[in-house]
């Protein structure tokens, strides 16, 4: 058997969306796991809508998944002579024909048709005709069989068959001599030698015309996998209503690639009752066979769910460069602070995105942060000066500055104070972190260092 060979085939006329990332992630896993080939086709044929904006969009989001492909992508907008010697092979051999009719004759036969209660397709006029007009415009329509049957194996859905009959006599080339995505979908894949043509179900009903195209073109036919689509919780297909569909949207919402990968992976495909697969399981797992042949549904509770477990679980050095861009869009400068990796270790756990992180970190950094008011009031009062003051003696005579050392200063300030943590813990954390809400005030203290944490509790002491 011939080495697998897969695509992803994206129009460039918007983002990658998590429908199509799905789709590119499935070709890539196959083409690891078979130890094929994996390539990468922007199908920019339809020049009015596709920019090269949404091309570069694609290919920063392909690599921010970590979907390689194996050879440079190959652009459609490059190949138009090959599309154009295809059309002409088959008008030689009279498996096409030109087509003079009219949009306004077309429109007038599909609405007879339709008002006759048959199918609005082509009636077939140009088919049999055998004059060339001079200077009418025509399109170059695909002679396709009128009768028996056009059936494949799919992967996943299993044997599916259409009539011939259904089959409308497919416009290969339009009027301004641009070939269709049928045809130039077909003459790729053949030409790019791919072997399995893994995509989304909204391509099915192409599926059969494109076999008759194979087949009059002299190419075999490669096996097909449609993929189920998308649906939000609501169960309608998934679009902006359901959030973001665009995947550098997580990005810049604080998610990480393998979070986003391993959530795509289990839109459709399963391993058991197993939820957490890193980019290696699933090349060594994936299959076809485990991709369900019913709807996967878009739950981006999972998805927050799956970001904070590959947050909890990243290496901090890698964590403390994702986080800051994210600190400098809230602009602060982590340098001459806290060491970040020191920073990111206190924050891991309590951080579901890199968003939620930055706003965690925000006060390590900020020396005049102004105090949650309500936290202020309640937790900085005048009373509090005597502890607070114990608080400070013990600190600046703590001989080690790292949890256990602090651990002791608390202790000794309990000792003194007769008072339990839980009624001066809070104070210090406002004293400190400007808030409620911090990591443990031990840990706080030992990434601030000695001096800055005696600093903030002497702003403390001033403001009470
Ligand atoms: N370019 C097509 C699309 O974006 C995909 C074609 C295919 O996978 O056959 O829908």
């Known amino acids: 058997m011939s080495k697998l060979r897969v695509r992803f085939a994206p129009s460039p006329t918007g983002y990658l969306h998590i429908g199509g990332a799905r789709t590119a992630l499935f070709n890539y896993l196959l083409a690891r796991k078979e130890e094929g080939t994996f390539i990468l086709r922007i199908e920019d044929t339809d020049v009015a809508r596709s920019t090269q904006e949404s091309t570069d969009a694609i290919l920063q989001a392909m690599e921010w998944l970590g979907l390689t492909s194996d050879e440079r992508p190959y652009y459609q907008s490059e190949r138009f002579d090959l599309y154009r010697a295809k059309v002409d092979q088959l008008l030689a051999e009279g498996k096409a024909y030109r087509c003079y009719c009219t949009p306004e004759e077309l429109d007038a036969k599909r609405k007879t048709a339709m008002a006759e209660g048959g199918k609005p397709k082509y009636d077939g006029t140009c088919r049999n005709r055998q004059d060339q007009p001079q200077g009418v415009p025509f399109v170059v329509r695909f002679r396709s069989p009128q009768e028996g049957e056009t059936s494949f194996a799919d992967r996943i859905k299993g044997p599916i068959t259409f009539s011939n009959e259904e089959l409308d006599d497919l416009i290969i080339q339009r009027s301004d001599g641009t070939p269709t995505y049928n045809f130039v979908v077909v003459v790729d894949d053949a030409e790019m030698g791919l072997t399995h043509v893994v995509r989304g179900d909204d391509h099915i009903n192409n599926t059969p015309r494109q076999i008759l195209l194979y087949q009059a073109l002299g ?214 972190a400007g808030g409620t809400a911090s990591p443990g005030i031990y840990e706080v203290a030992v990434v601030l260092g000695r001096e800055e944490t005696l600093r903030r509790l002497q702003r403390a002491l001033e403001m009470l």
């Open 219 to 432: 190419y075999p036919v490669p096996e097909f996998a449609h993929v189920p689509m998308i649906l939000g919780a609501d169960k309608s297909r998934l679009s902006k209503r359901h959030g973001a569909t665009s995947v550098m949207a997580y990005k810049d919402m604080g998610y990480l690639p393998e979070a986003m990968v391993n959530y795509l992976v289990r839109l459709g495909w399963s391993h058991g009752d197993e939820e957490i697969f890193s980019m290696d399981d699933l090349v060594e797992k994936f299959s076809l066979e485990n991709v369900g042949k019913s709807a996967g549904v878009f739950n981006p509770e999972k998805l927050l769910w799956l970001n904070a477990h590959y947050i909890k679980t990243g290496d901090p050095a890698r964590l403390a460069g994702l986080l800051e861009p994210f600190l400098a869009a809230d602009g602060i400068d982590p340098r001459g602070g806290p060491d970040l990796q020191a920073v990111v270790k206190t924050l891991r756990e309590r951080s579901r995105t890199m968003l939620e992180m930055a706003q965690g970190a925000a006060f390590y950094f900020q020396k005049d942060f102004a105090y949650d008011e309500q936290a202020a009031a309640k937790f900085l009062t005048e009373d509090k000066r005597p502890v607070l003051e114990t608080v400070i003696r013990h600190l600046e005579k703590s001989s080690d500055w790292n949890e256990e050392g602090i651990g002791q200063a608390f202790k000794a300030v309990m000792e003194e104070t007769g008072l339990k943590l839980g009624k001066f813990g809070p104070s210090i954390r406002v004293a400190l």
